[in-house]
Protein backbone atom coordinates (compact mmCIF):
# COMPACT_ATOMS: atom_id res chain seq x y z
CA UNK A 1 0.00 0.00 0.00
CA UNK A 2 0.90 3.28 -0.69
CA UNK A 3 0.47 6.99 1.26
CA UNK A 4 -0.54 9.61 -0.90
CA UNK A 5 -1.16 13.03 0.46
CA UNK A 6 -3.98 14.74 -0.93
CA UNK A 7 -4.40 18.30 -0.30
CA UNK A 8 -7.48 20.04 -0.37
CA UNK A 9 -6.72 23.86 -1.39
CA UNK A 10 -9.77 25.56 0.39
CA UNK A 11 -8.73 28.65 -1.35
CA UNK A 12 -10.31 32.69 -1.67
CA UNK A 13 -11.55 33.03 -4.72
CA UNK A 14 -12.46 36.11 -6.27
CA UNK A 15 -15.30 36.44 -9.15
CA UNK A 16 -13.82 37.31 -12.57
CA UNK A 17 -10.19 38.01 -11.06
CA UNK A 18 -8.61 35.29 -13.23
CA UNK A 19 -5.02 37.04 -12.52
CA UNK A 20 -5.66 37.26 -8.90
CA UNK A 21 -7.01 33.72 -8.76
CA UNK A 22 -4.06 32.31 -10.68
CA UNK A 23 -2.00 33.38 -8.13
CA UNK A 24 -3.99 32.36 -4.91
CA UNK A 25 -3.70 28.61 -6.74
CA UNK A 26 -0.10 28.85 -6.97
CA UNK A 27 0.09 29.78 -3.79
CA UNK A 28 -1.87 27.03 -2.81
CA UNK A 29 0.12 24.36 -5.03
CA UNK A 30 3.45 25.63 -3.32
CA UNK A 31 2.19 25.37 0.36
CA UNK A 32 1.05 21.81 -0.77
CA UNK A 33 4.10 20.57 -2.25
CA UNK A 34 6.18 22.38 0.40
CA UNK A 35 3.94 19.78 2.35
CA UNK A 36 4.86 16.79 0.28
CA UNK A 37 1.70 16.43 -1.20
CA UNK A 38 1.55 14.27 -4.34
CA UNK A 39 -2.78 15.74 -5.31
CA UNK A 40 -3.30 19.09 -4.85
CA UNK A 41 -7.61 19.22 -5.17
CA UNK A 42 -9.31 22.81 -5.69
CA UNK A 43 -12.67 24.14 -5.80
CA UNK A 44 -15.63 24.48 -8.67
CA UNK A 45 -14.56 27.09 -11.64
CA UNK A 46 -11.85 28.76 -9.41
CA UNK A 47 -10.53 31.02 -12.27
CA UNK A 48 -13.42 33.18 -12.46
CA UNK A 49 -16.18 31.95 -10.52
CA UNK A 50 -19.71 30.04 -10.30
CA UNK A 51 -22.79 31.31 -12.33
CA UNK A 52 -20.45 34.21 -13.57
CA UNK A 53 -22.28 35.47 -17.16
CA UNK A 54 -19.08 36.87 -18.08
CA UNK A 55 -17.47 33.49 -18.53
CA UNK A 56 -19.79 33.23 -21.78
CA UNK A 57 -17.01 35.95 -23.03
CA UNK A 58 -14.10 34.88 -20.92
CA UNK A 59 -13.55 31.26 -20.85
CA UNK A 60 -11.17 29.59 -22.90
CA UNK A 61 -11.78 25.97 -24.66
CA UNK A 62 -9.79 23.12 -23.48
CA UNK A 63 -6.95 22.81 -24.48
CA UNK A 64 -6.30 26.71 -24.21
CA UNK A 65 -4.69 29.58 -22.25
CA UNK A 66 -6.10 28.78 -18.71
CA UNK A 67 -5.89 24.51 -19.47
CA UNK A 68 -2.24 25.23 -20.61
CA UNK A 69 -1.13 27.40 -17.58
CA UNK A 70 -2.80 24.76 -14.94
CA UNK A 71 -1.03 22.65 -16.58
CA UNK A 72 2.58 24.06 -16.64
CA UNK A 73 2.16 24.51 -12.86
CA UNK A 74 1.49 20.99 -11.99
CA UNK A 75 4.40 20.41 -14.34
CA UNK A 76 6.66 23.09 -12.31
CA UNK A 77 5.48 21.57 -9.17
CA UNK A 78 6.43 17.98 -10.16
CA UNK A 79 2.33 17.32 -8.01
CA UNK A 80 -1.18 15.99 -9.36
CA UNK A 81 -3.43 19.23 -10.32
CA UNK A 82 -7.41 18.34 -9.61
CA UNK A 83 -9.11 21.84 -10.42
CA UNK A 84 -12.62 23.54 -11.65
CA UNK A 85 -12.51 25.89 -14.26
CA UNK A 86 -15.01 27.60 -17.20
CA UNK A 87 -14.95 26.01 -20.35
CA UNK A 88 -15.91 27.30 -23.74
CA UNK A 89 -16.42 25.16 -26.75
CA UNK A 90 -17.77 26.72 -29.54
CA UNK A 91 -21.23 28.58 -28.47
CA UNK A 92 -21.32 26.66 -25.22
CA UNK A 93 -19.80 26.89 -21.75
CA UNK A 94 -19.45 24.31 -19.54
CA UNK A 95 -18.73 23.69 -15.65
CA UNK A 96 -15.71 21.72 -16.10
CA UNK A 97 -12.89 20.21 -14.15
CA UNK A 98 -9.57 18.42 -14.72
CA UNK A 99 -7.28 15.91 -13.58
CA UNK A 100 -3.80 16.70 -14.49
CA UNK A 101 -0.78 15.04 -13.79
CA UNK A 102 2.84 16.24 -12.75
CA UNK A 103 4.06 16.19 -15.40
CA UNK A 104 1.63 18.50 -17.30
CA UNK A 105 -0.44 15.74 -18.95
CA UNK A 106 -4.45 16.05 -18.94
CA UNK A 107 -5.74 12.69 -17.79
CA UNK A 108 -9.33 13.70 -17.27
CA UNK A 109 -11.79 16.32 -18.17
CA UNK A 110 -15.29 16.14 -16.37
CA UNK A 111 -18.08 18.61 -17.71
CA UNK A 112 -20.91 18.79 -14.44
CA UNK A 113 -23.97 17.06 -15.11
CA UNK A 114 -26.29 18.59 -12.68
CA UNK A 115 -27.17 21.97 -13.35
CA UNK A 116 -28.96 24.84 -11.71
CA UNK A 117 -30.03 26.34 -14.72
CA UNK A 118 -32.19 29.14 -13.11
CA UNK A 119 -28.93 30.72 -11.65
CA UNK A 120 -27.54 32.09 -14.82
CA UNK A 121 -28.69 33.36 -18.10
CA UNK A 122 -27.85 32.02 -20.32
CA UNK A 123 -27.28 28.73 -18.30
CA UNK A 124 -24.40 26.07 -18.70
CA UNK A 125 -24.86 23.38 -20.83
CA UNK A 126 -24.77 20.04 -19.02
CA UNK A 127 -22.12 17.72 -19.56
CA UNK A 128 -22.97 13.66 -20.02
CA UNK A 129 -20.26 11.64 -19.34
CA UNK A 130 -19.44 9.88 -16.06
CA UNK A 131 -15.28 8.61 -16.31
CA UNK A 132 -12.45 7.65 -14.24
CA UNK A 133 -8.43 7.64 -15.11
CA UNK A 134 -6.22 5.40 -14.98
CA UNK A 135 -3.06 7.09 -12.56
CA UNK A 136 -0.24 5.86 -10.78
CA UNK A 137 -2.62 5.81 -7.91
CA UNK A 138 -5.31 3.68 -9.15
CA UNK A 139 -8.21 4.53 -10.83
CA UNK A 140 -9.38 8.39 -9.73
CA UNK A 141 -12.80 9.89 -11.15
CA UNK A 142 -14.33 13.24 -11.53
CA UNK A 143 -17.75 15.05 -10.40
CA UNK A 144 -18.51 18.41 -9.80
CA UNK A 145 -20.55 19.80 -6.81
CA UNK A 146 -24.23 19.28 -6.79
CA UNK A 147 -23.36 16.00 -8.87
CA UNK A 148 -22.77 14.50 -5.65
CA UNK A 149 -26.65 14.90 -5.13
CA UNK A 150 -27.95 12.89 -7.62
CA UNK A 151 -28.15 8.75 -7.24
CA UNK A 152 -28.13 7.77 -10.46
CA UNK A 153 -24.61 9.68 -11.34
CA UNK A 154 -23.30 8.24 -8.42
CA UNK A 155 -24.21 4.74 -9.44
CA UNK A 156 -22.67 5.50 -12.84
CA UNK A 157 -19.36 6.47 -11.14
CA UNK A 158 -19.47 3.48 -8.51
CA UNK A 159 -19.65 1.07 -12.02
CA UNK A 160 -16.41 2.52 -12.63
CA UNK A 161 -15.27 0.97 -9.21
CA UNK A 162 -12.53 4.24 -8.88
CA UNK A 163 -10.06 3.95 -5.40
CA UNK A 164 -10.28 7.70 -5.74
CA UNK A 165 -12.75 10.42 -6.28
CA UNK A 166 -12.20 14.24 -6.61
CA UNK A 167 -15.04 16.52 -6.38
CA UNK A 168 -14.49 20.60 -7.00
CA UNK A 169 -17.17 22.31 -5.06
CA UNK A 170 -18.75 25.62 -5.09
CA UNK A 171 -21.01 25.26 -1.89
CA UNK A 172 -22.58 28.51 -1.00
CA UNK A 173 -25.61 29.44 1.50
CA UNK A 174 -26.74 32.71 2.82
CA UNK A 175 -24.41 34.39 5.41
CA UNK A 176 -26.44 33.03 8.66
CA UNK A 177 -26.71 29.51 7.41
CA UNK A 178 -22.46 28.70 7.90
CA UNK A 179 -20.82 26.99 9.94
CA UNK A 180 -24.50 24.67 10.23
CA UNK A 181 -24.12 24.58 5.94
CA UNK A 182 -20.78 22.94 6.25
CA UNK A 183 -22.32 20.34 7.79
CA UNK A 184 -24.28 19.81 5.29
CA UNK A 185 -21.75 19.53 3.04
CA UNK A 186 -19.76 16.89 5.02
CA UNK A 187 -22.98 14.67 4.96
CA UNK A 188 -23.23 14.91 1.18
CA UNK A 189 -19.36 13.87 0.74
CA UNK A 190 -19.95 11.00 3.46
CA UNK A 191 -22.89 9.85 1.47
CA UNK A 192 -20.85 9.92 -1.75
CA UNK A 193 -18.29 7.82 -0.40
CA UNK A 194 -20.55 5.07 0.77
CA UNK A 195 -22.28 4.82 -2.15
CA UNK A 196 -19.52 5.01 -4.61
CA UNK A 197 -17.50 3.05 -2.68
CA UNK A 198 -14.19 5.49 -3.11
CA UNK A 199 -12.12 7.76 -1.10
CA UNK A 200 -14.01 11.09 -1.66
CA UNK A 201 -12.11 14.43 -1.56
CA UNK A 202 -14.34 17.56 -1.99
CA UNK A 203 -12.75 21.26 -1.73
CA UNK A 204 -14.86 23.96 -1.43
CA UNK A 205 -13.48 27.63 -1.75
CA UNK A 206 -13.87 30.69 0.50
CA UNK A 207 -16.12 33.81 -1.29
CA UNK A 208 -19.28 35.38 -2.48
CA UNK A 209 -21.25 34.47 -5.42
CA UNK A 210 -21.53 38.39 -7.14
CA UNK A 211 -24.55 37.39 -9.52
CA UNK A 212 -27.83 36.46 -10.37
CA UNK A 213 -30.38 35.22 -7.71
CA UNK A 214 -28.16 33.72 -5.57
CA UNK A 215 -26.17 36.85 -5.04
CA UNK A 216 -24.56 37.25 -1.37
CA UNK A 217 -24.25 33.82 -0.67
CA UNK A 218 -21.25 32.84 1.03
CA UNK A 219 -18.79 29.89 -0.20
CA UNK A 220 -17.89 28.90 3.74
CA UNK A 221 -15.14 26.69 3.22
CA UNK A 222 -15.69 23.21 5.01
CA UNK A 223 -13.99 21.42 2.69
CA UNK A 224 -14.15 17.57 3.34
CA UNK A 225 -12.71 13.83 2.66
CA UNK A 226 -14.40 10.61 3.94
CA UNK A 227 -13.15 6.88 3.33
CA UNK A 228 -14.96 4.95 1.53
CA UNK A 229 -16.74 3.74 4.31
CA UNK A 230 -18.54 7.51 4.85
CA UNK A 231 -16.33 8.19 7.78
CA UNK A 232 -15.28 11.63 7.63
CA UNK A 233 -11.49 11.55 7.53
CA UNK A 234 -11.01 15.92 7.83
CA UNK A 235 -12.53 18.56 7.40
CA UNK A 236 -11.44 22.06 6.63
CA UNK A 237 -11.84 25.68 8.55
CA UNK A 238 -14.90 27.51 8.45
CA UNK A 239 -14.88 30.30 6.19
CA UNK A 240 -11.01 30.65 5.97
CA UNK A 241 -8.91 29.90 3.81
CA UNK A 242 -7.01 26.45 4.56
CA UNK A 243 -4.49 23.35 3.20
CA UNK A 244 -5.49 20.91 4.49
CA UNK A 245 -3.77 17.76 3.92
CA UNK A 246 -5.30 13.75 4.35
CA UNK A 247 -3.56 10.43 3.76
CA UNK A 248 -4.97 8.26 1.82
CA UNK A 249 -3.99 4.34 1.48
CA UNK A 250 -3.76 3.62 -2.41
CA UNK A 251 -3.38 -0.09 -3.48
CA UNK A 252 0.76 0.27 -4.93
Known sequence: MKTVRIAMCQIFSLDGDRRGNFVRIENAIREAKDAGVHIASLPETALLGWVNPDAHERACSIPGPDSDRLCKLAKDYDIHLCVGLAEKDGKRLYDSALLIDNAGKILLRHRKINLLAELMSP?????????????TF?????????????SEILERMAALKPNLLLVPYGYAATEDAWPGHGKVLEKVIKNTARNVGAFVVGTNLVGE?????????????????????????????????DISIVEWRAAS
Open 209 to 241: ITHGPWKGRIFGGHSAAADKTGRTVAVAKDRER
Open 123 to 135: PYRAGKSVNVAQT
Open 138 to 150: GKVGLLICADTHE
